[in-house]
């Protein structure tokens, strides 16, 4: 198999990889693919997927002076996700469920939900020690490495995952009635203050 193709291949699987895990970001697709249909889910796994592929590029590239700028600012950037998703969990428990699941009810502000996940993974530390180490093992020792070619990559391999997940559930969305969608509302809120409340519980240690 051509050598760049493989390490297409193989970014690509770290994208999926790492995308795939239900955390906030898989949640709040959820919740938004239920509330206003597919194409929120995908606008909202978009956004992490191109804040994904940014930090792929930092590992693959090996910007040293990024990483160590972005290593040093992880707890004031933990602590802006944190908040972000304290804000987002309130929004979303205050939030009416659709007029009516499956048909024309309010329109999915496409641009404003990609935007809110693209900030929220760049602020997620997790998210960026993940990539730049694993990017920069394959780097190391890949001697054909093409930087664009892992970016692409993992940028492919995380969209894909959201194409999936939005696809699934909004094949589910029909059967999900107002009363529904507001529990899923509800713990979908409680979950995303659960993680926020927990990586400020982690800064404090």
């Known amino acids: 198999m051509d050598a760049q193709l493989t390490l297409f291949l193989q970014s690509a699987t770290i994208g999926l990889s790492i995308a795939a895990p239900v955390g906030q ?3 709040l697709a959820i919740q938004r693919t239920l509330q206003y249909g ?4 995908i606008a909202t796994g978009l956004g992490a997927a191109v804040a994904d592929a940014i930090y792929g590029a930092v590992g693959a590239f090996g910007v040293t002076a990024l990483i160590a700028f972005l ?3 992880r707890t004031l950037l933990a602590g802006g996700g944190s908040a972000l998703l304290l804000w987002m969990a309130w ?14 009810g309010e329109r999915a502000p496409l641009t404003r939900l990609f935007a809110g996940t693209f900030v929220l993974t760049l602020a997620n530390p997790t998210t960026i020690l993940s990539f730049i180490a694993v990017f920069g093992a ?3 020792r890949s001697a054909v490495a093409s930087p664009w070619v892992m970016v692409a990559g993992v940028a492919a391999g995380s969209a894909l995952w959201w194409f999936i997940l939005a696809g699934a559930v909004g094949s589910l969305r029909t059967r999900f009635d107002a009363r529904w969608q507001h529990r899923v509302n509800l713990v979908s809120a409680a979950l995303l203050a659960g993680f926020a409340l927990w990586q400020l519980v982690a800064l404090l240690r």
């Not at 597919?38 to 889910?41: F, K, Q, T, W």
């Not at 979303?92 to 024309?104: K, T, V």
């Open 25 to 27: 970001i898989g949640l």
């Open 38 to 41: 597919a194409a929120a889910g």
């Open 71 to 73: 290593v040093e600012q």
């Open 91 to 104: 929004r979303i428990a205050r939030q009416p469920p659709a007029r009516r699941a499956g048909g024309p």
């Open 138 to 140: 394959l780097a190391g």
